[in-house]
């Protein structure tokens, strides 16, 4: 479960790594409500009576001091939270709301489509009647922790080369993913945002890099000032010395060793570049900075990997016998402009795939009108 005070957009990676969320601050439209309700996780915020303590990596309810990695349930329905593992099981749909849902389908003239950006998620939307993926967020499937690590060193990268390489490696992870997706979807809608968020996200928080780098740095000094324990205690106590000095020759040897192999200095240099990267990305309103489309203009290679994604994954799809038209959605899209940037890439990419896969890859492009400017120049932009 992650615990916090109140959680920031910073806090993405926790999300996708706890079961749940709690918050002592907060209601049911706060971020971490509404991030967790997109999730599909449960959350319980506004929990007054909870004081955290993010340095002791603790909270306290009264007398009941909860620390990192102890067992909690919480229950999003009712707000309770319990100490220890409460035993749960999975919620599924009565066989009466499957009927009157089969009534519903009959005379509906409207259709729904879910938001859903793993094939598991996918899975479970069309299991519960939907008829498309209305939003499939891209950035999602860079958070996963065997493919955050990748994103990291694509983000830190110098050159476009190193950044490449890095995409190179993510990849067949997009692929797959699409792939899977397009599967269960089989001749449904599926409409694929780009890469939206700006980058730092997927960066750890100039507050917790620097206790890290703070904490290493003290760490570096035990190690030198273990050195000199053997004659310090030589001087102070000559028979405690001579009783345990075996064991203090192989202690100094070890940390001789690790002195020698500069672990620390290496990590702490590691945590100074990767602080520098995120207090250069910070911004004072990253939700309308350097993000979406903005970002795959400044690093076309981003937008370039995911369309090759998008359509390697198709074209494999169709070879199988399967069904697909992916619809590709730029985000933040202010002008034409913008569009008409990315739609290169596209129109570049999805020749190469023809080409080498030899038959008709179809799709469908556009942009997701959500900021004002793309309101007043809808028309414009729909030219594309």
């Not at 916090?4 to 601050?25: C, M, N, V, W, Y």
């Not at 690590?149 to 190179?168: K, N």
């Not at 034409?336 to 038959?359: F, G, M, P, S």
Request: with cysteine.
């Amino acid at each position: 479960i992650l615990v916090r005070e109140e959680t920031k957009p910073e806090d993405i990676h926790g999300f996708f790594a706890a079961q749940g969320i709690l918050t002592s601050r907060g209601g049911k439209t706060s971020h971490a409500a509404v991030v967790a309700r997109s999730m599909g996780k449960p959350c319980v915020s506004g929990c007054e009576a909870m004081v955290i303590d993010h340095h002791a990596r603790e909270a306290r309810v009264g007398d009941i001091v909860l620390r990192e990695g102890d067992l909690i349930t919480i229950d999003g329905t009712t707000g309770n939270v319990y100490k220890g593992l409460v035993p749960t099981i999975e919620p599924e749909f009565v066989e009466d709301l499957l009927v009157l849902l089969e009534w519903a389908d009959d005379i509906a003239e409207l259709q729904v489509m879910a938001n859903a950006e793993t094939p598991e998620a996918v899975e479970k939307a069309k299991k519960y009647g939907a008829v498309g993926i209305g939003l499939c967020r891209t950035e999602r499937m860079f958070n996963q922790s065997d493919r955050l690590p990748i994103v990291q060193e694509m983000i830190l990268a110098e050159s476009a080369e190193e950044r490449q390489a890095a995409l190179d490696r993510l990849l067949p992870f997009m692929v797959e993913d699409f792939k899977e997706i397009f599967q269960i979807m089989d001749g449904f809608p599926v409409t694929i945002r780009l890469l939206d968020p700006p980058i730092h996200e997927f960066l750890p928080s100039a507050e917790e890099l620097i206790n890290e780098i703070n904490h290493l740095k003290e760490l570096k000094a035990v190690i030198e000032g273990m050195a000199g324990l053997p004659e310090t205690l030589k001087l102070l106590d000559p028979e405690l010395h001579e009783r345990y000095a075996p064991s203090l020759e192989v202690i100094v040897k070890g940390l001789e060793e690790l002195k020698d192999r500069q672990i620390a200095e290496k990590l702490i240099q590691e945590k100074e570049l990767i602080l520098k990267k995120v207090r250069a990305l910070a911004e004072i309103n990253p939700m309308l900075g350097h993000r979406g489309v903005r970002l795959g203009i400044t690093y076309p290679e981003i937008y370039s990997t995911q369309i090759k994604a998008i359509f390697e994954a198709t074209a494999q799809h169709i070879k199988e016998g399967g069904q697909m038209v992916p619809e590709i959605m730029v985000p933040q899209v202010c002008t034409l402009q913008e569009l008409k940037y990315v739609h290169r890439y596209v129109t570049a990419i999805h020749k190469e795939v023809e080409e080498n896969h030899k038959i008709r890859v179809p799709y469908k492009f556009g942009t997701m009108i959500e900021v004002v400017r793309a309101c007043m120049r809808a028309g414009r932009i729909a030219e594309l």
